[in-house]
């Protein structure tokens, strides 16, 4: 999280990894400073799993995605109803 931070990135934490939020070189710059972090405390070895979203239609951040859900979860009748 910190190196994340430290890269200038958004970042939103979550049950199953971290959300990281910017322009494509700044990311993937701190997807590998996380490696090297994590290796220089001894870590032999690293798994991690990147998911890519990209628009080209228009801008949209972290929060917007969720409010977005949200609202559609709202939209849908109640279970036992």
């Known amino acids: 999280e910190r190196v994340l931070l430290d890269a200038g990135l958004k970042i939103q934490l979550h049950p199953n990894g971290t959300a990281v939020e910017g ?3 700044p990311v993937f710059k701190a997807i590998e400073a996380c490696h090297t972090a994590v290796h220089d405390m001894g870590c ?3 798994y991690t799993t990147v998911k890519v979203n990209t628009r080209t239609d228009r801008d949209q951040t972290l929060e ?10 709202q ?3 109640h279970r036992g109803q």
């Open 64 to 73: 917007d995605k969720v409010a977005s859900v949200e609202a559609l979860l």
């Open 23 to 25: 322009e494509w070189a």
């Open 44 to 46: 032999p070895r690293i």
């Open 75 to 77: 939209e849908l009748p």
